[in-house]
């Protein structure tokens, strides 16, 4: 039950992102892994094969513009039904339609925005037409489908992940924006590329914040000689950003990742604090973030407190779940507590040693006594003879030889005797003491 359109919603006052929606796959932008030639969804669509589905991604996605696209292109009735404004009543009454409509011999698509907001009667109302087929059913939903969707509904969808757009994407979505007649082509718009990357930044992967952001300063851009002229001013002042902006590929972005990480190695809280708003506040990817404090937690931090790599990690989940603007305080957690850990690189540094090692001497046999020996041919060729196995050991120790002949007596690992770290070098010193003792 498609609402008819009045006269008085006219393109030209719909918003920038209703009047661009696409309406085919090839204006689709984004979710290559989904719709990329030859890949999964496409050929369900092209082969008109599609079953019910679940699309789980952010926000301005292109959730539900990929549906009414799959709607088209099956030529299927398509029902847009919203979770937050319809009951029981209402979806009785719709599936009543799509049952008529499957005796005619039509497709029905049922489309439910948020459908994790659907209780359990309401999930369960699906069900039976689901099983039947009287409708498709394409639910969009920004909550893990896992934890909201009853299993049994899930279990008759098949869930699709939707990525959130890359700053190239958004890059491209403006420029088409700015040159398509249902935008502002036609309206000679100035704006520089630059300018365009920036509004991709702070849009943080959603497409429809990255359009509005551009109609904002498009409208709010300074009329001269027949044109429309955008500035950086207008954008600063459109996303309410001063001159935070900044290039998340160029030097700033590195300067900026380069300044929490040694402020946090500083054991500076309060310098690593700063530079952490100046990257969130300028429109970095919080996962970006979280992502440099998870391996400055092994890298600079490590065995110092153990801790370090929980709390990172936790970070990182966290921004994941809710994003922001609310994740910049788990961030800030972390980066304090990265601050105030005792700090190591032994870590960093064993396996760079290693790696060196590794690259020089690729051929090294490993030691027989090590190998696996699954078959009798192996075990005729001494694969795993003279293995010991430490739990049968009164020590838990053996002094069996591990390294290739090469490398005997090499050191990777040199812990320091910082925080926790000093516990595990009391552990190793001893350790090498034991095996000392039985040569």
Same mark, same amino acid.
């Given at each position: 039950?498609?609402?008819?359109?009045?006269?008085?919603?006219?393109?030209?006052?719909?918003?920038?992102?209703?009047?661009?929606?696409?309406?085919? $796959?090839?204006? !689709?932008?984004?979710?290559?892994?989904? /719709?990329?030639?030859?890949?999964? /969804?496409?050929?369900?669509?092209?082969?008109?094969?599609?079953?019910?589905?679940?699309?789980?991604?952010?926000?301005?996605?292109?959730?539900?513009?990929?549906?009414?696209?799959?709607?088209?292109?099956?030529?299927?009735?398509?029902?847009?039904?919203?979770?937050?404004?319809?009951?029981?009543?209402?979806?009785?009454?719709?599936?009543?339609?799509?049952?008529?409509?499957?005796?005619?011999?039509?497709?029905?698509?049922?489309?439910?925005?948020?459908?994790?907001?659907?209780?359990?009667?309401?999930?369960? *109302?699906?069900?039976?037409?689901?099983?039947?087929?009287?409708?498709?059913?394409?639910?969009?939903?920004?909550?893990?489908?896992?934890?909201?969707?009853?299993?049994?509904?899930?279990?008759?969808?098949?869930?699709?992940?939707?990525?959130?757009?890359?700053?190239?994407?958004?890059?491209?979505? $403006?420029?088409?924006?700015?040159?398509?007649?249902? #935008?502002?082509? #036609?309206?000679?718009?100035?704006?520089?590329?630059?300018?365009?990357?920036?509004?991709?930044?702070?849009?943080?992967?959603?497409?429809?914040?990255?359009?509005?952001?551009?109609?904002?300063?498009? /409208?709010?851009?300074?009329?001269?000689?027949?044109?429309?002229?955008?500035?950086?001013?207008?954008?600063?002042?459109?996303?309410?950003?001063?001159?935070?902006?900044?290039?998340?590929?160029?030097?700033?972005?590195?300067?900026?990742?380069?300044? /929490?990480?040694?402020?946090?190695?500083?054991?500076?809280?309060?310098?690593?604090? !700063?530079?952490?708003?100046?990257?969130?506040?300028?429109?970095?990817?919080?996962?970006?973030?979280?992502r440099r404090v998870t391996r400055f937690a092994s890298e600079d931090v490590g065995l110092a407190d153990p801790r370090a790599l929980e709390i990172a990690v936790a970070a990182y989940q966290a921004c994941?779940?809710?994003?922001?603007?609310?994740?910049?305080?788990?961030?800030?957690?972390?980066?304090?507590?990265?601050?105030? *850990?005792?700090?190591?690189?032994?870590?960093?540094?064993?396996?760079?040693?290693?790696?060196?090692?590794?690259?020089?001497?690729?051929?090294?046999?490993?030691?027989?006594?090590?190998?696996?020996?699954?078959?009798?041919?192996?075990?005729?060729?001494?694969? #795993?003879?003279?293995?010991?196995?430490?739990?049968?050991?009164?020590?838990?120790?053996?002094?069996?030889?591990?390294?290739?002949?090469?490398?005997?007596?090499?050191?990777? !690992?040199?812990?320091?005797?910082?925080?926790?770290?000093?516990?595990?070098?009391?552990?190793?010193?001893?350790?090498?003491?034991?095996?000392?003792?039985?040569?």
């Amino acid at each position: 039950m498609l609402e008819q359109g009045t006269i008085f919603e006219r393109e030209s006052v719909q918003p920038l992102a209703a009047r661009l929606r696409p309406q085919t $796959l090839e204006e !689709y932008c984004g979710q290559k892994h989904l /719709l990329g030639e030859g890949k999964v /969804l496409r050929r369900l669509i092209e082969s008109d094969n599609v079953g019910s589905m679940i699309f789980w991604g952010p926000p301005g996605v292109g959730k539900t513009t990929l549906a009414r696209i799959i709607a088209k292109r099956t030529k299927a009735n398509f029902i847009d039904f919203s979770a937050v404004t319809s009951g029981i009543k209402e979806i009785k009454q719709v599936m009543e339609q799509a049952e008529k409509s499957r005796l005619f011999g039509e497709k029905t698509i049922l489309f439910v925005d948020e459908i994790h907001r659907f209780n359990k009667a309401q999930q369960d *109302a699906f069900l039976p037409f689901v099983e039947k087929g009287s409708i498709i059913l394409i639910g969009a939903t920004t909550e893990n489908p896992s934890f909201e969707v009853n299993g049994a509904l899930l279990s008759r969808c098949k869930v699709f992940v939707l990525q959130s757009l890359k700053t190239e994407e958004l890059c491209e979505l $403006l420029r088409h924006a700015l040159a398509d007649k249902r #935008g502002f082509g #036609g309206q000679n718009v100035e704006i520089a590329p630059e300018l365009i990357e920036n509004i991709a930044n702070f849009a943080n992967g959603d497409a429809r914040s990255a359009l509005s952001t551009l109609e904002m300063a498009v /409208l709010n851009g300074r009329a001269e000689g027949g044109g429309i002229v955008v500035t950086a001013e207008t954008i600063e002042q459109c996303t309410s950003k001063k001159s935070l902006l900044y290039d998340k590929t160029g030097e700033e972005h590195y300067n900026l990742i380069s300044a /929490l990480h040694k402020s946090m190695r500083n054991s500076d809280p309060d310098a690593a604090v !700063y530079w952490l708003a100046r990257m969130l506040e300028a429109g970095e990817d919080p996962l970006y973030v979280a992502r440099r404090v998870t391996r400055f937690a092994s890298e600079d931090v490590g065995l110092a407190d153990p801790r370090a790599l929980e709390i990172a990690v936790a970070a990182y989940q966290a921004c994941h779940f809710i994003g922001m603007p609310e994740c910049s305080v788990h961030l800030t957690q972390a980066v304090v507590y990265m601050s105030l *850990a005792p700090k190591s690189n032994a870590l960093y540094v064993a396996y760079e040693s290693a790696k060196k090692d590794a690259l020089t001497m690729l051929a090294e046999p490993v030691p027989l006594v090590i190998r696996n020996a699954p078959t009798k041919l192996m075990k005729e060729l001494n694969y #795993g003879k003279g293995y010991q196995y430490a739990h049968d050991t009164a020590d838990k120790l053996t002094d069996m030889q591990c390294l290739p002949d090469s490398l005997l007596g090499r050191e990777y !690992y040199r812990p320091t005797e910082e925080g926790t770290e000093a516990k595990f070098k009391s552990r190793l010193d001893d350790i090498k003491a034991w095996k000392r003792d039985r040569k």
